[in-house]
């Protein structure tokens, strides 16, 4: 119901600002992930952006331990147990269409959403520690060419995982006519009640900011006399590589 101001003109309300779904570290390690894989995978062939490659395979494989500690320590909403629940949820879901299509009920497709992006999710995070771990040995010469051939299987495996969940999240924003994506920009939904997250740990991300461009600086200091033979990165960007193509 409107209301009028002091000045005798309608008051404008105010707009909500939604619920609170999603904290901070949840939604930095999100865009991180995404940022170095795509990284990663753009940077897979050839030998002159082979170490920026490496290092943002490293960096995947430090945000899933990230990833880890925060489902085991962090506050529920973010647990592990609360993504594997969702996927547990797969067998019974599946047991109900025969029986909701016989019986002419309607079919629970938000729990079928729920399990499609957990699963979506689990298979990301399930995918990382193999793949990182084929890329540093190949990185280092072991296992031949079939290990090789394992890190870009599981390289493109990651990608169809991650077009997936792209697919789904677009085919569900243009189903609901809202954005599926919006809890991970600002982490809020749209409309009245309490937020499912207390507290956002601002700081909790900012620290996560903070290593990871700590630990890539630190890798553009140390390539140069370890992995390329230079005396200073610029040396590394003139072309002091270029003798390994």
């Not at 771990?133 to 299987?153: C, I, K, P, V």
């Not at 077009?163 to 599926?180: C, E, K, T």
Request: aromatic share 10%; hydrophobic share 50%.
């Amino acid at each position: 119901m409107s209301t009028l101001s002091s000045s005798g003109t309608q008051a404008v309300p105010r707009p909500t600002p939604g619920r609170r779904v999603t904290d901070a570290p949840t939604r930095t390690f999100h865009w991180l992930f995404a940022l170095c894989f795509a990284g990663a995978y753009l940077t897979a062939d050839g030998e002159r952006l082979r170490l920026v490659h490496v290092v943002l395979g490293y960096t995947l494989a430090g945000l899933l331990v990230f990833r880890l500690l925060y489902g085991l320590f962090g506050p529920r909403q973010a647990g592990l147990g609360a993504l594997w629940a969702k996927v547990a949820n797969a067998p019974r879901w599946l047991r109900s269409l025969p029986a909701a299509a016989t019986a002419g009920s309607p079919v629970n497709w938000r729990l079928g959403q729920n399990i499609a992006m957990g699963a979506a999710i689990v298979g990301l995070l399930l995918l990382v520690a193999p793949l990182t771990l084929s890329g540093y040995a190949t990185y280092n010469d072991w296992g031949g060419e079939w290990l090789e051939d394992l890190h870009e299987t599981l390289g493109e495996g990651l990608l169809w995982l991650v077009l997936a969940h792209l697919g789904l999240l677009l085919l569900l924003s243009l189903w609901r006519r809202q954005n599926q994506a919006r809890p991970m920009w600002s982490g809020r939904v749209p409309g009245p009640g309490p937020d499912l997250v207390k507290h956002n740990r601002g700081w909790l991300a900012a620290l996560l900011c903070v290593a990871v461009l700590t630990y890539w600086a630190w890798e553009w200091r140390q390539a140069p006399a370890t992995a390329l033979g230079a005396s200073t990165p610029s040396a590394w960007v003139d072309g002091a590589h270029d003798g390994d193509d």
